[in-house]
C-alpha cells in the first residue's frame, strides 16, 4: 500500500529534480554568491572586507553614466527592434504559406550565423566606404561620408539587426493565435486599419511583444561583442568595463560590483516587463 501511494497519480517525486537543483547549485547560485561576497573584498585575497567598492562605484558620476547608458541602450533597442517587428509580423500573417515559409527562413538565418561574423559584417556596411556611406552619397543626401562606427547611432542599427529574431519569434507565434474575425469586425463596425491595430491587433499581442522585449532589452544590455566592436573605445558600456576592470585593471573586487550591478539592472527590466503584462492582462 505504501508503494501504491508513492507511484499515486498526481504525486510528484521531487527527487528526481535534484540532480538538475545540484547543478543550479553548484554551477549558478554558487558563482553569484562568490561574486557579491568578492564586491565586498577590499583586496583581491579576501584578506578583509569593505564597502570601499560600491562606495568607489557609485560615487563616481562617471559609472552612474555607465549604468544609465545601459539601461538605455537596451530601451532603444527595444524600441527599434519594435518598430520593425510588428510591420513584418502583420506582413506574415497576412501571407500565404509559401510567404511564410520564407520568411520564417529569413527570421530564422541571422541566429545561424554566429553573433562575431554578423558583429564584423555591420563594420563594413558602417564605414566611411560601406554600403550605406555610399548609398547616401549616391543619392545626394549627404556631402561626405557619415561617422557611423563608434557612435551610438550605428551601435543601434547593427544592436536592432542582430537581436531582430528575438523579438519576432514570439510576437509572430502570438499574433498567429489571433482571430482575423477580431479584425474584421472592428472594419465592419467602422474602425480604420489604424484604430484596428492599436485597438484590437496591439492589445492581443502584448504577451508577444512583452517576451520579445524581454529577449531583446537582456541580450542588448550585455552584448559584450556589438558594443565592443561597433561601439569602440568611445562608448563604455557595463560588459566594456568589466572587462576592463577584470581583464586589464585586475580590479576583481570593483568588476564584481560592475558584474552584480549589470545583474540587477538587467533583472530590474525582466521584472519591468513581467509587470506591464501583468498589468496588460488586468486591463
Given at each position: 500500500?505504501?508503494?501504491?501511494?508513492?507511484?499515486?497519480?498526481?504525486?510528484?517525486d521531487?527527487?528526481?529534480a535534484?540532480?538538475?537543483g545540484?547543478t543550479?547549485?553548484?554551477?549558478?547560485a554558487?558563482p553569484?554568491?562568490?561574486?557579491?561576497?568578492?564586491?565586498?573584498?577590499?583586496?583581491?585575497?579576501f584578506?578583509?572586507f569593505?564597502?570601499?567598492?560600491?562606495?568607489?562605484?557609485?560615487?563616481?558620476?562617471?559609472?552612474?553614466?555607465?549604468?544609465y547608458?545601459?539601461?538605455?541602450?537596451?530601451?532603444?533597442?527595444?524600441?527599434?527592434?519594435?518598430?520593425l517587428?510588428?510591420?513584418i509580423?502583420l506582413?506574415?500573417?497576412?501571407?500565404?504559406?509559401l510567404?511564410?515559409?520564407l520568411?520564417?527562413f529569413?527570421?530564422?538565418?541571422p541566429?545561424?550565423?554566429?553573433?562575431?561574423?554578423?558583429?564584423?559584417?555591420?563594420?563594413?556596411?558602417?564605414?566611411?566606404?560601406?554600403?550605406?556611406?555610399?548609398?547616401l552619397?549616391?543619392?545626394?543626401?549627404?556631402?561626405?561620408?557619415?561617422?557611423?562606427?563608434?557612435t551610438?547611432?550605428?551601435?543601434?542599427?547593427?544592436?536592432?539587426?542582430?537581436?531582430?529574431?528575438?523579438?519576432?519569434?514570439p510576437?509572430?507565434?502570438v499574433?498567429?493565435?489571433?482571430?482575423?474575425?477580431?479584425s474584421d469586425?472592428s472594419r465592419a463596425?467602422?474602425g480604420?486599419?489604424?484604430?484596428?491595430f492599436?485597438?484590437?491587433?496591439?492589445?492581443?499581442?502584448?504577451p508577444?511583444w512583452i517576451?520579445?522585449a524581454?529577449?531583446?532589452?537582456?541580450?542588448?544590455?550585455?552584448a559584450f561583442i556589438?558594443?565592443?566592436v561597433?561601439?569602440g573605445?568611445?562608448?563604455?558600456?557595463?560588459?566594456s568595463l568589466i572587462w576592463?576592470?577584470?581583464?586589464?585593471?585586475?580590479?576583481w573586487p570593483?568588476?564584481a560590483?560592475?558584474?552584480v550591478?549589470?545583474?540587477?539592472?538587467v533583472?530590474s527590466?525582466?521584472m519591468?516587463f513581467?509587470?506591464?503584462?501583468?498589468?496588460?492582462?488586468?486591463t
Open positions: 500500500m505504501a508503494g501504491a501511494a508513492k507511484n499515486e497519480p498526481g504525486r510528484v521531487w527527487r528526481l535534484a540532480p538538475l545540484f543550479y547549485l553548484a554551477f549558478f554558487a553569484l554568491l562568490i561574486l557579491l561576497a568578492m564586491s565586498f573584498a577590499a583586496d583581491d585575497r584578506a578583509s569593505s564597502m570601499d567598492s560600491w562606495v568607489k562605484f557609485w560615487g563616481d558620476p562617471f559609472y552612474r553614466g555607465v549604468v547608458d545601459t539601461v538605455r541602450l537596451g530601451m532603444v533597442a527595444v524600441l527599434a527592434t519594435s518598430a517587428s510588428y510591420p509580423a506582413l506574415f500573417i497576412a501571407s500565404g504559406p510567404v511564410r515559409k520568411l520564417i529569413i527570421i530564422l538565418l541566429l545561424l550565423t554566429s553573433v562575431v561574423i554578423r558583429t564584423f559584417a555591420w563594420i563594413v556596411i558602417l564605414a566611411r566606404e560601406g554600403v550605406v556611406n555610399q548609398t552619397l549616391a543619392l545626394g543626401l549627404t556631402s561626405a561620408p557619415l561617422n557611423l562606427l563608434q551610438e547611432l550605428g551601435l543601434v542599427i547593427a544592436l536592432t539587426q542582430i537581436e531582430m529574431p528575438l523579438m519576432l519569434l510576437l509572430v507565434t499574433m498567429q493565435q489571433i482571430n482575423p474575425s477580431l469586425a463596425l467602422g480604420s486599419k489604424w484604430r484596428t492599436f485597438r484590437v491587433i496591439l492589445p492581443l499581442s502584448l508577444g517576451a520579445g524581454t529577449l531583446v532589452f537582456a541580450s542588448a544590455t550585455t556589438s558594443q565592443t561597433i561601439g573605445a568611445r562608448l563604455v558600456y557595463l560588459p576592463q576592470q577584470s581583464m586589464v585593471v585586475f580590479d570593483f568588476a560590483v560592475a558584474s550591478t549589470l545583474l540587477v539592472a533583472l527590466g525582466v519591468l513581467s509587470l506591464l503584462g501583468r498589468f496588460a492582462r488586468t
